[in-house]
């Protein structure tokens, strides 16, 4: 943007961010360029007093509720240049930049938003559950592993065989609470069945077995919350929530 150096010609730009802000206001957008006036006293070095023009700069980008993105580079030149974002703009890419350049010949400087490089994602890190000890497969798992060679030193061995295990580790399953779920619906499924139609052996032991798998799963669910949770306090620690 451009605001005119007379400070009633500039009523119409602040106008206008406040309109945008209300159309754009779920969407991040910025506004950059020379406002032609300074938001702070201390910006300018001939007075640190507040002007009337800059009471209604500070008023449109309250109302707009813009806030100054953060900045490098030649930041005091005199060019009253200036990048804003709105809420949505650092909610979604905080991690931008405005980066103020060289003037050179002119009596601006050139302002432009740098977007910092994004880590790509590489997928969740691998956790151990320890409901998986409890897996009637889970030390045949870990010996078939264990005893596979491989011609490499002995910590890329090492290496190979936990990324093999990882694997045959996951498969196990990673949500406990999901099977959970579906076996409690199978095991209602069946004890309603004998409640309106009557108890047969075969629907007594598939409930028995049902009750069996729920119990075991029961015992795995809340053991995986119990790790889960410990994990979330380290992360974000204990407030005796």
């Excluded at 994602?121 to 497969?137: A, I, V």
Aim: glycine share 6%; aromatic share 12%; net charge positive.
């Amino acid at each position: 943007v451009y605001g005119f150096c007379e400070r009633g010609g500039r009523s119409t730009l602040w106008e206008d961010l406040i309109f945008c802000a209300s159309q754009f206001k779920h969407k991040p957008w910025v506004v950059l360029g020379d406002f032609n006036v300074t938001r702070y006293g201390h910006e300018h070095s001939r007075t640190s007093s507040v002007t009337k023009a800059m009471k209604d700069f500070n008023n449109a980008i309250n109302v707009s509720e813009l806030e100054d993105i953060s900045a490098s580079g030649f930041l005091y030149t005199w060019s009253n240049m200036r990048a804003l974002g709105n809420w949505q703009w650092f909610k979604t890419l905080g991690d931008s930049y405005a980066a103020y350049h060289p003037p050179g010949i002119s009596d601006h400087s050139p302002v432009s938003i740098q977007m910092r490089d994004k880590i790509p994602f590489k997928g969740r890190p691998f956790k151990f559950l320890n409901l998986w000890t409890e897996h009637e497969n889970f030390l045949n798992m870990v010996r078939q592993v264990w005893m596979t060679n491989y011609q490499a030193s002995p910590l890329i061995a090492i290496h190979l065989k936990l990324k093999n295990l990882k694997g045959l580790l996951k498969a196990l399953g990673t949500r406990p609470d999901s099977k959970a779920k579906e076996l409690r619906i199978q095991l209602h499924s069946v004890q309603k069945e004998i409640l309106n139609e009557g108890e047969t052996p075969s629907r007594l032991e598939k409930e028995r077995l049902l009750r069996q798998d729920v119990g075991r799963m029961a015992r795995w669910e809340e053991a995986y919350y119990k790790q889960k949770s410990r994990i979330q306090w380290l992360k974000e620690g204990d407030s005796n929530t």
